[in-house]
């Protein structure tokens, strides 16, 4: 399972990649 969360989390950093650097704690706060 970890190993599937961290896929998910690298694919989800190359969506932000044109954007600037965001705390990812911030962005699940608020959704």
Same mark, same amino acid.
């Given at each position: 399972m970890q190993t599937?969360? *961290?896929e998910n989390f690298q694919?989800?950093?190359m969506l *932000? @990649? +044109?954007f600037p650097r !965001? +705390? *990812?704690s911030g !962005? *699940? @706060?608020k959704i």
């Open positions: 599937d969360h *961290l694919k989800f950093n *932000l @990649g +044109p !965001i +705390p *990812l !962005i *699940l @706060g």
